[in-house]
């Protein structure tokens, strides 16, 4: 199917408001848990998941860790009107370099591009100031907006060595979904972050992951399926509708990613079947894949794949995956490189052809998103069946509600 014949009405459907979670389930594993398989549902609870694995399964995980990226900071008030609040959004880093983990080491100053609110108010040359208390030190967090059309914002604080992700951590908020129209508690902290996450950087959580206690992920070991861990830094992009009638003419957000050689070599063990765990991993794989055909193919190292890269390569001239991540493997050990960091605009709509990913853990999506043609391409028509079942049973939707693992194949 080409993206010109989609038309985004068929990605449709009612979603009931009081069908939107808006807050986090006490327990974290006793979410619902739909079982699509091979053309049939089942209703499980979520902590029943080790059972229901394929036993040759491979289950990777996006173990970004959610920033509170949401900054306020309150102008000076004057005698003609009081302070303006301008909230600042960082969205990724730009100097001193644009790899998240660093930035986010990073002593004072640094430089990101960001969403801001109320950017009228924030006049040329204005310097907005914040106090805050970080390590029991009181500490002046200033920022300036360097570049108005770039909305790249440069911060300072001293003393200077403090690194910015203690910085974060003292003056933001947690960044929940817009959809839940609520101002983030202290409940949000910790429930707004999987229980394995640890790389600083994302905006927004991979929530599928949500789901998971430290016990189900022994459980899951157990059953002697391995947990492999790799990186999506999740950016607010991804809670943008789309309003293209022509669904490649949506701006698809870029992200960063960061695969190891461990991940890389398990996805080259024979006979395993790769389960994404929410769809910032498939993302992530998906896009591995074709980063390894831009070697093979093109002979090209830059990381960085396209929204449209995959339709633009005949079906019969690609690799295996199993050539394609050989490739990527090759190249790692010849550069002596543990670690690729790389970015990814990948657009998976249906008519996409899964390389690497059998199955997928997932929430329910917002309609007319790129999450609901993503899962379309996954299991085809079905989506529909899967998503009017889980409305008739009172699944939960979106960042806080309930799961799925989809098993299209055998």
Request: hydrophobic residues 40%.
């Amino acid at each position: 199917m080409k993206p010109s014949e989609i038309r985004l009405e068929e990605y449709q459907y009612i979603l009931p408001e009081e069908n939107i979670a808006q807050h986090p389930l006490q327990q974290r594993d006793r979410a619902q848990l739909l079982l699509y398989q091979q053309g049939m549902i089942e209703d499980h609870t979520f902590f029943e998941l080790p059972d229901l694995l394929p036993k040759n399964s491979s289950l990777f995980f996006n173990d970004t860790k959610v920033i509170p990226a949401r900054l306020h900071f309150q102008k000076e008030a004057s005698q003609q009107a009081p302070g303006a609040l301008i909230e600042i959004f960082l969205l990724h880093p730009v100097r001193p370099g644009p790899i998240v983990s660093q930035a986010m080491l990073s002593p004072s100053p640094c430089t990101w591009h960001c969403m801001i609110g109320n950017q009228k108010k924030w006049k040329a040359d204005a310097v907005l100031k914040k106090y805050i208390e970080v390590g029991g030190k009181e500490v002046i967090l200033t920022a300036h907006l360097e570049q108005r059309q770039q909305k790249e914002v440069t911060f300072h604080w001293e003393p200077a060595e403090i690194p910015f992700v203690d910085i974060v951590a003292s003056a933001g908020q947690v960044p929940l979904p817009p959809y839940l129209k609520r101002e983030a508690t202290d409940e949000d902290k910790p429930r707004y972050q999987t229980v394995y996450s640890k790389q600083e950087g994302a905006v927004a959580a991979p929530t599928a992951g949500l789901h998971f206690t430290d016990t189900l992920l022994e459980a899951i070991r157990q059953q002697q399926i391995p947990l492999q861990y790799l990186t999506l830094h999740v950016s607010a992009g991804t809670f943008q509708p789309i309003k293209e009638e022509v669904i490649q003419h949506h701006p698809m957000h870029s992200e960063q990613v960061v695969v190891s050689q461990e991940n890389v070599r398990e996805l080259l063990r024979p006979d395993r079947q790769i389960i994404a765990v929410g769809t910032t991993s498939m993302r992530t794989l998906e896009s591995l894949y074709w980063y390894g055909v831009q070697l093979l193919r093109e002979n090209n190292e830059l990381f960085h794949i396209k929204k449209l890269t995959p339709y633009q390569y005949p079906p019969d001239e690609l690799p295996t995956a199993r050539e394609s991540f050989e490739a990527i493997l090759q190249r790692m050990e010849t550069k002596e490189i543990d670690k690729i960091v790389g970015e990814t605009e990948i657009f998976i709509f249906p008519g996409y052809q899964f390389k690497v990913c059998k199955g997928l853990i997932t929430n329910f999506h917002m309609p007319k998103s790129t999450l609901i043609l993503l899962v379309a391409a996954f299991v085809g028509e079905d989506w529909r069946k899967i998503y009017e079942h889980a409305l008739q049973r009172g699944y939960r939707f979106l960042s806080y509600g309930d799961s799925s693992l989809l098993l299209p194949e055998k």
